[in-house]
């Protein structure tokens, strides 16, 4: 009926008030979070297949609210949504060089170790990124090779063109690029191979199911062998397992990540057990 009809108009209409009301007040929160500092960064080891040893971390937002720890899938599709993104990128980012700095004036650096951070579209296309990024390691002293870069496919391509020059001219900075949530987009061979990446990651989703699902193990042995045609890096993310290791293994030379070698961890944790083991 019409007055049914209506209701449910104003009901559609309360649901939008409230919505916005949420995100009205997300968009305050995050504010008020950088003006207090509360978003922080843990780091994950990638470790190599064939020695298990420590190869890189991988950077993961963290946001410290109210004494409670908020996951980056709750805030930064929200963040992406808002120009905030660039900010709190630029400040990660930030954090990160002031890090590896701290690293090598602590003597815990070591050839080729580096720290990849996630970069978001927005950030990506913003037309001073470059300069941004230059600033940044300038400010820190900090050299591009200490740096990774990961973009998923579709960051990638929401302006191909212009993604290809970036990656060419920091690349030319010493920072590399990996390939995030690879099997996931839009995946094209064609993009493959005009994006100039280092590595492949694939994507946890594939990884999980290697040893249940035939499909998937497949798909992975060829996304490995693939990558190795390519001469890019593959590694595997979202490793929990003793069997995933251990099948994983047997595909060569690929870098794991996952919560089987460690769950993210904060720097001073990461520090003492990865980077003061190596330096004894
Ligand atoms: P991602 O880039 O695919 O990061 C990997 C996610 O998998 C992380 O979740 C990590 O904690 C989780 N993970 C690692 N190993 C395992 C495992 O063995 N099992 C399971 N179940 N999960 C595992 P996290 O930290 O919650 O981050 C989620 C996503 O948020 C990231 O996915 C990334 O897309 C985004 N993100 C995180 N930090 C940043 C950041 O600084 N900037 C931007 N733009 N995005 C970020
Ligand atoms: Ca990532
Ligand atoms: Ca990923
Ligand atoms: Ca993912």
Redesign the pocket.
């Known amino acids: 009926s019409k007055r049914a009809g209506r209701n449910r108009v104003t009901l559609f209409k309360n649901e939008m008030a409230t919505q916005a009301a949420e995100l009205l007040k997300l968009e305050r929160d995050i504010m008020k979070a950088m003006f207090r500092d509360e978003f922080y960064f843990v780091l994950q080891p990638l470790v190599d297949s064939e020695t298990h040893q420590l190869v890189s971390a991988e950077a993961l937002m963290r946001w410290r609210k109210d004494g409670e720890i908020i996951s980056p899938g709750e805030f930064i599709p929200f963040l992406e949504e808002s120009a905030l993104i660039v900010d709190v990128g630029e400040r990660i980012l930030n954090a990160i060089c002031e890090y590896i700095a701290d690293l090598i004036d602590r003597g815990l650096m070591f050839e080729g170790f580096k720290i990849a951070v996630n970069i978001s579209a927005k950030q990506l296309a913003r037309h001073d990124f470059i300069e941004c990024v230059s600033k940044v390691l300038k400010k820190h002293r900090v050299e591009g090779q200490h740096l990774e870069f990961e973009i998923t496919e579709s960051v990638a391509l929401d302006n191909k063109e212009d993604t290809i020059v970036k990656i060419d001219m920091l690349k030319k900075m010493g920072i590399s690029f990996s390939l ?2 690879f099997g996931t987009g839009y995946s094209s061979l064609s993009h493959l191979k005009d994006l100039d990446v280092n590595k492949l ?1 694939i ?2 989703s594939f990884v999980n199911d290697i040893m249940h699902d035939p499909q998937d193990e497949k798909l992975v042995r060829s996304i490995i062998q693939l990558a190795r045609n390519l001469d890019l890096t593959t590694v595997a ?1 979202g490793v929990e397992t003793q069997s995933q290791v251990e099948w994983l293994m047997l595909q060569g030379e690929v870098l794991l990540q996952g919560y089987y070698f460690s769950r993210p961890l904060v720097p001073e944790e990461f520090e003492a057990k990865y980077l003061k083991q190596m330096h004894v």
Do not use: L
């Open positions: 995030d949530d990651k994507d946890r993310e």
